[in-house]
């Protein structure tokens, strides 16, 4: 790659001050591509990228509406981990995870992985158990995985509540060690950067109004910027799934869900694990510049708003009390809202549609950003070989016609409990 | 570094006669009542305070404000230590302690300054490009030092004693701003008779009016308006509370401040109260927050904002220095200029604009202050304080008006002037950040060089400063049109019965007739000075430049590449520089370069503030039984199942729970016991089409359930798999008794209701949750009937009479009872509700009279056993994805009727053969125990992969002597009588077993129907 | 977020639980298409825009209730009473 990033070429930067080329070129659309992707979030960058080096397919297009990465893979709260218990899901997420570990080498592009581990707190018997069947299948599948008893938490994470004011006392936990965080932002920037140094052309203000079809297939976009011609056409809009997918005559099963997202004032290193409340949806860590990043569940009914109610806001400081007393006197510094685009068992969609030559990946509820790396694998070889990946067989878009829901919290059919 | 003291014999708005004692880094200090941490430290001399973030540069106040970007202080100490927090906004109060933040040893003699050695290689975004090897675990190794280099202060692990409430709170006109423009609003809304809610963030009202001198005519305004406000009882004054956000529906969260109280949590006394306020109508009148220039060095201490000098100088009665060059793009901090000037302080002042206004020259001429016109600001000379500047003298034609800023080296002949103190004025940016909340985009004004919002929701006005108008005549005009707007939206038309003062004439400036402003974004270009655009973050002119170059162009992207903007003040002093900078740079328009977007809380908020009081036991509630005292005063352990308070096991059985629910269990299949149900879902059902609602929701059939019989019952989502499970009794022709798992309760109920009101609303039924209104227990076990008679004489429990699935309503003592012979533990047992004021009665009669017989009372741990030696599923079988098949209840769906759920039921995976079903495991190694969460192999397979099933739940049999289970196992009872391996890698263990009947106990039922 | 309902006022939106896009028709009970069942159980139109939905008072008066949202504002109109808006 022409103008390697390296401590060696910064330094060099730096004494000679000569600038640095960009990240990715500025492009107009040309009238024709082999591929376009729809949306230049994480997925939609990733998939671009594996086509080109995996697959040597270069003529692609990402038309991102905004700017890249303006999304959710900009606003996500950038835990990764790969402890999934349905058969199906670990091995996607566990794919994921090695090429989470591989990723920043691949792409010239310190992506910041933080294999930091994450808890999962169990606080009952029962809760305990479904952590262990989902360690146990961890671990048979080759993935990392140990049980902690209340013991084992208080020594990894003594500034937890332990205390009897507890209102719901911590029994033990499920460790990953190879689990942690990422650099959200780095992730598109250096995906964008790999693909384009491969050829695909980035083309950012390029919203997408409409698909041209020629009967049941779809054979272009028009754009704001034009019309552009495409052998095949991808959409990877995350909440936007359903906006688009209307545009092909295509209902899908997704409802778009409101997720706000928290960061504290940056302070000292405070909390160095990801961890994830048992008894409510809660989950936080702290990133390198120092916020504790942190945040719960949905607001609860569906919006493209991307801002949050303020219940919400303090029924997820409450649980950052409860979590970790010591958060009390912290303080908020900003929070924010995502389109989550929600699905009836919680798994995603990366496959073929009813329309020929057009592909989806979304559905990702609230998971997609640990997905990237792997969603964007198999995508791109959905797209290249017209035929789903065999990692990601079990996301298509017809599992609820047969059956074969993949529900891996087990919390039912209500895409807002999801 | 301390010099003499600053305060000015005379003026300000505090209170000489009150000292007010803090320390600084442990070093005893003193200031005066009304002062806030930053002006006393000011008056003491103490200009260095802190170190940048990045580069450890030292730095001193840059504000007086909330916009503060530098002047960060750790307060308290222990479970109060609070860091990050602005001296510019603290109220000093006795006993404070405040430490500087990010130096070590100390902010005077950092080390860690070394890094702005290697600054180039520091440059935005630098951690992007390196930190990659030489393995793929290296960012693993650097992390911990750009972790430890990270964040401003430190926050500690303990807890905070302090005591935090919420509260809500309903207005006809909220108004946010106590400056003239809000003020004058209250007024105008106050007199029209609305219920007025005015927040000021600060501790005094008159926001740009406490800049003014505090002897002026301003203060008399100020006094007046203020002493008619509080007087009017449907005005409420919020001091000290800041808007922290708006959200949708006209709601906006507060925090009210109560630390200059000293609360004292032991008195109940909070220290910060978050409001959630619903208001009909909103005027804005926020203000405006004044932009730094961008020229080399402008971080020295020393180099503030003007308006910032000026507040010190005429609210706390500091002269922030000696000599002054006040370095302008606009009109306004000529005032500031002048105030300094009459404070006897040696003023010079740059405006950078080729041309200005002949009263302000005729001014300073008066003051004999020299002005220079059309320069610029070249360099800021000294390192720990500012020692001088150098200007350009003059400016070419050419360069006039250019916003390209140049180098030292392309000035036209410089000036140095030495001087103490810099303020300076790069125009003002009005707070749009609450409007913008409900996602209205600001708009660029050219003639003010500034965002104003961009339109406003319905019943939503703005005033003043706020909406672009600079002028103290616009803001009270403003002021009073929206307050009586405002009042008039949320109904009140009361016309105000005498005017509100409607001029002001101030003592210096005037109400200033314009504003006048030139702006240029960039003074200074150059290699290695460093001219800052982010103060906090520590993000220069040459980063916004490498942005630039490398694509990162648009707003979001240069703010994520550079950090700008992110750090505690969210760019309050440097979003829109940096904006305007990046436009130059791109050749665009402003409007073209975009706008951050803002976001709430509009400053920071401890988080145990928004908890507030809903902390420790009080996190969610506590749902208890009626029993609930009962069990706690006779040795009951309890645990949390869900939201309730549940009885575990009970000490006469045993110290833990694992010895106590095996004596339990024993007690329960041998004599008699007596456990808590209440927690049980229960719901009256009535009406003439009771039954074909109850037959349309369960799989099985009920609409020819007798009266007086109970029958078990599952229902199914849409989707096809399993709802919930429980028991219906039909108690009258057109009334059923239902009841639920306890999980499942809300939402059967929840889902019984949508039917009824959404889908079915030709049928005539009513539906009612009786959870709460019933207590329920159970009496189990062979000698049940025997106890039964014993608390019961007179009425006829007889198997006859109270058959198997039988129900009986009679009255003892004046008081209903509901008794359904059915089983969840596979002994003969009866369910007994009673309203639940009668609960401990009915509980404590039949402990009594069942004593002979041994009854005592048993647990959920014993309870939850007893079911799986029965078979019955619960809990965790039924997990949402289960369907009826994979739980063994294929036959109770009915062939003849439609239920919810019947068709997707039968989707192809869901009926597939190999599914995981229900099956019986036992334990074939003694010895060794069966765990919930095991994977299920056959022993001819791999051990690896998912395996063919796993454990759901686990108890020791008691009457078997060895650990059983139910678990889900692929293909399920056809493999009755194989043997499995269960596989718990986590513990290295694995264990033999066989697949059995789930029914490990009376498989014929003969005990339930003795 | 602030809803009114038709028995209780103007209420917060925190004291009602979201329940769906109230267009989607519910297949008459006894229904045995299939597609039927898996376009209404499965499916959403899950516009960007003009919403009508369900929504239950389950802190106040327990009806359920139809109301008009946009999902792209949140601004909502008045709400009727599920039974009513059901039978107009």
Request: with cysteine.
């Amino acid at each position: 790659m022409p103008n390697r990033y390296s401590a060696v070429s910064l330094a060099r930067h730096a004494l000679s001050g000569a600038p640095w080329p960009r990240v990715w070129r500025a492009r107009e659309p040309k009238s024709t591509y082999d591929v376009v992707i729809i949306g230049g979030g994480g997925h939609g960058l990733a998939t671009a990228y594996y086509l080109a080096a995996n697959h040597g397919i270069k003529n692609v297009a990402v038309l991102e509406r905004a700017y890249i990465g303006s999304g959710n893979v900009g606003r996500n709260t950038t835990l990764v981990r790969s402890n999934y218990v349905l058969d199906g899901n670990t091995q996607f997420f566990e794919f994921s995870m090695k090429l989470w570990e591989g990723l920043s080498h691949a792409l010239n592009f310190n992506v910041m992985l933080s294999q930091r581990g994450q808890i999962v707190l169990a606080h009952g018997a029962a809760q305990v158990d479904v952590l262990a069947r989902k360690g146990n299948i961890m671990r048979l599948n080759g993935i990392d995985a140990e049980l902690l008893d209340r013991g084992d938490v208080m020594r990894l994470l003594p500034y937890l509540d332990y205390s009897a004011e507890a209102r719901f006392p911590i029994w033990g936990g499920l460790l990953q060690r190879r689990a942690g965080t990422v650099r959200h932002d780095a992730v598109a920037w250096g995906y964008a950067r790999a693909a384009d140094s491969l050829g695909v052309d980035i083309i950012e203000n390029c919203e997408v109004a409409g698909f041209v079809l020629d009967g049941r297939t779809v054979i272009g976009v028009d754009t704001k910027r034009g019309r552009i011609s495409a052998g095949r056409t991808a959409i990877a809009v995350a909440g936007h799934s359903s906006h688009l997918a209307a545009m092909a005559g295509l209902r899908l099963p997704i409802e778009s869900h409101l997720l706000q997202a928290f960061v504290s004032e940056p302070i000292k290193p405070f909390v160095d694990h990801v961890i994830s409340f048992g008894a409510e949806l809660f989950y936080i860590s702290q990133s390198d510049k120092g916020g504790l990043v942190f945040g719960g569940h949905l607001d609860g009914f569906n919006s493209y708003t991307q801002r949050g109610q303020f219940p919400k806001v303090q029924s997820v400081a409450e649980c950052a009390v409860a979590l970790i007393p010591s958060i009390s006197r912290l303080r908020l510094l900003r929070h924010w809202g995502g389109i989550q685009d929600m699905t009836p068992d919680g798994s995603p969609f990366i496959c073929r549609t009813p329309v020929r030559n057009l592909y989806l990946d979304g559905g990702w509820c609230y998971q997609g950003f640990k997905a990237t790396p792997a969603a964007g694998w198999c995508f791109a070889h959905t797209i290249a070989h017209d035929d789903e990946h065999p990692l990601s067989r079990c996301y298509g878009l017809d599992r609820f016609e047969r059956g074969s829901e993949l529900d891996d919290y087990g919390v039912g059919n209500w895409t807002y409990k999801q | 570094m301390t010099r003499k003291p600053f305060r000015l014999p005379l003026g300000g708005r505090i209170d000489r006669s009150k000292r007010v004692g803090f320390s600084l880094d442990g070093r005893p200090m003193s200031g005066l009542h009304g002062d806030t941490l930053a002006s006393a430290l000011l008056a003491n001399g103490v200009t260095l305070v802190g170190r940048s973030f990045k580069y450890h540069r030292p730095r001193g106040f840059l504000s007086a404000g909330i916009e503060e970007p530098n002047g960060l202080f750790t307060l308290g100490v222990g479970g109060r230590t609070e860091p990050n927090v602005a001296g510019t906004v603290i109220e000093l109060i006795e006993g404070l302690s405040a430490q500087r933040q990010n130096g070590w040893p100390s902010v005077q003699f950092d080390l860690m300054s070394i890094t702005s050695l290697v600054a180039p290689l520091l440059s935005a975004g630098f951690y992007y490009k390196t930190f990659m090897g030489p393995t793929r675990g290296a960012w693993m190794f650097y992390e911990p030092f750009i972790r430890r280099a990270a964040g401003l202060g430190r926050g500690v692990h303990e807890r905070d004693p302090d005591r935090y409430e919420t509260r809500h709170a309903f207005a006809d006109v909220l108004i946010i701003g106590a400056g003239p423009a809000g003020l004058s609003a209250a007024l105008a809304a106050g007199r029209a008779g609305a219920r007025v809610v005015l927040a000021e963030k600060d501790s005094l009202l008159g926001g740009s009016l406490l800049l003014e001198s505090a002897t002026g005519p301003a203060d008399g305004w100020l006094r007046e308006i203020e002493s008619e406000l509080e007087s009017m009882p449907n005005v409420e004054i919020l001091r000290r509370t800041t808007a922290l956000g708006l959200y949708d529906g006209g709601t906006v969260a507060l925090v009210e401040r109560r630390e200059h109280r000293q609360p004292d949590p032991a008195q109940g006394e909070a220290r910060q109260v978050v409001i959630t306020l619903r208001a009909r109508a909103i005027v804005f009148a926020a203000g405006a927050t004044e932009r730094p220039l961008v020229f080399a060095n402008n971080d020295r201490p020393g180099v503030m904002l003007a308006s910032a000098a000026r507040s010190y100088l005429n609210r706390f009665a500091v002269a922030c220095g000696k000599r002054a060059v006040v370095v302008t793009n606009n009109d306004s901090s000529y005032a500031a200029a002048f105030d300094l000037a009459q404070q006897g302080v040696a003023v010079v002042i740059a405006d950078m604009r080729g041309a200005v206004d002949g009263a302000l020259v005729a001014k300073a001429k008066a003051q004999t202050m020299e002005l220079i016109v059309g320069t610029r600001v070249l360099d800021v000379l000294g390192g720990n304080a500012v020692k001088g500047v150098i200007l350009a003298a003059a400016v070419s034609p050419a360069m006039a008006h250019s916003n390209a800023g140049f180098s030292r080296e392309a000035a036209l002949h410089t000036r140095r002037f030495d001087c103490d103190l810099v303020c300076m004025s790069g125009g003002w940016s009005p707070a749009v950040h609450l409007t913008s909340h409900g996602g209205i985009k600001p708009r660029y004004r050219e003639d003010i060089a500034a965002f104003v919002p961009g339109g406003y929701a319905a019943g939503q006005f703005g005033a003043g400063a706020m909406t672009g108008s600079f002028t103290l005549q616009a803001a009270i005009d403003e002021g009073i049109e929206a307050g009586r707007l405002s009042a008039s939206y949320s109904g009140h038309d009361r016309p105000a019965l005498k005017p509100v003062p409607l001029s002001l004439e101030l003592a210096s400036g005037l109400a200033q007739e314009g504003y006048a402003i030139e702006p240029f974004w960039l003074s200074t270009q150059g290699r290695c000075a460093k001219a800052f655009v982010d103060f906090q973050n520590d993000v220069t002119v040459k980063d916004l430049t490498i942005a630039h170059q490398e694509g990162y162009t648009s707003v979001e992207h240069l703010k994520r590449y550079t950090t700008l903007g992110m750090g505690t003040d969210q760019g309050k002093t440097s979003n829109i520089n940096a904006l305007a900078i990046m436009a130059g740079l791109r050749g665009v328009e402003i409007p073209g370069a975009g706008t951050t977007t803002f976001r709430p809380p509009f400053t920071p908020v401890a988080i145990g503030a928004l908890a507030g009081r809903t902390i420790g036991k009080h996190f969610r509630p506590m749902r208890c039984s009626p029993l609930h005292d009962w069990h706690l005063a006779h040795g009951g352990e309890m645990i949390e199942a869900g939201p309730w308070i549940r009885l575990w096991y009970y000490r006469w059985a045993g110290n833990t729970v694992e010895s106590a629910y095996l004596q339990e269990m024993r007690l329960v299949r041998t004599a008699v016991g007596l456990t808590d149900v209440s927690t049980l879902g229960k719901i009256d059902i009535q009406g003439p089409d009771a039954a074909e609602f109850l037959n349309r929701v369960y799989v099985n059939g009920f609409a020819k359930l007798p009266v007086g019989k109970a029958r078990y019952g599952v229902m199914l989502t849409d989707d096809g798999a399993v709802l919930d499970d429980g028991t219906t009794t039909r108690l009258s022709e057109n009334r059923y008794f239902m009841t639920t798992t306890t999980a499942q309760a809300g939402e059967v109920m929840s889902w019984l209701e949508f039917l009824l009101e959404t889908a079915w609303t030709d049928l005539k039924v009513h539906v009612a949750s009786l959870t709460d209104e019933w207590a329920g227990m159970v009496v189990a076990g062979p000698k049940a009937r025997l106890t039964l008679e014993l608390a019961l004489p007179g009425h006829d429990v007889s198997d006859a009479k109270l058959p198997f699935m039988g129900c009986i309503e009679i009255e003892a003592d004046g008081v209903p009872l509901r008794l359904i012979r059915l089983s969840f533990s596979g002994e003969l047992a009866y369910e007994i509700y009673v309203p639940a004021d009668y609960g401990v009665a009915l509980w404590t009669h039949m402990l009594a009279c069942g004593a002979p017989l041994g009854i005592r009372p048993y647990g959920l741990e014993a309870l939850a056993s007893l079911r799986i030696e029965k078979g019955h599923v619960a809990g965790l079988e039924l997990d949402h994805r289960n369907t009826l098949d994979d739980l063994g209840l294929a036959k109770m769906a009915s062939k003849e009727k439609a239920f919810v759920g019947r068709e997707l039921r039968q989707r192809a995976q869901l009926q597939a053969p190999e599914r995981w079903s229900l099956v019986g495991i036992e334990c074939l190694e003694s010895g060794k125990r069966l765990r919930g969460g095991s994977i299920l192999f056959s022993p001819a397979d791999k051990i690896e992969g998912h395996g063919r099933g796993y454990i759901t739940s686990v108890t020791w049999s008691i009457e078997l002597e060895k650990f059983i289970a139910l678990g889900l196992y692929q293909g399920g009872l056809k493999h009755t009588g194989e043997e499995i391996l269960c596989s718990y890698p986590l513990k290295g263990e694995q264990v033999k077993a066989r697949i059995v009947a789930p029914m490990f106990i009376d498989p014929g039922g003969e005990r339930l129907r003795v | 977020m602030r809803i009114t309902c038709p028995v209780c006022g103007e209420r917060d939106f925190s004291e009602f639980r979201y329940g769906g896009d109230a267009t989607k028709q519910r297949p008459v009970h006894g229904t045995t298409d299939r597609k039927v069942w898996h376009d209404y159980v499965f499916l959403f139109d899950n516009p960007k825009g003009p919403h009508r939905e369900f929504w239950q008072h389950v802190l106040g008066c327990r009806q359920w209730l139809v109301l008009d949202r946009n999902t792209a504002t949140n601004v909502t109109s008045a709400s009727l009473l599920a039974r009513k808006a059901i039978n107009k």
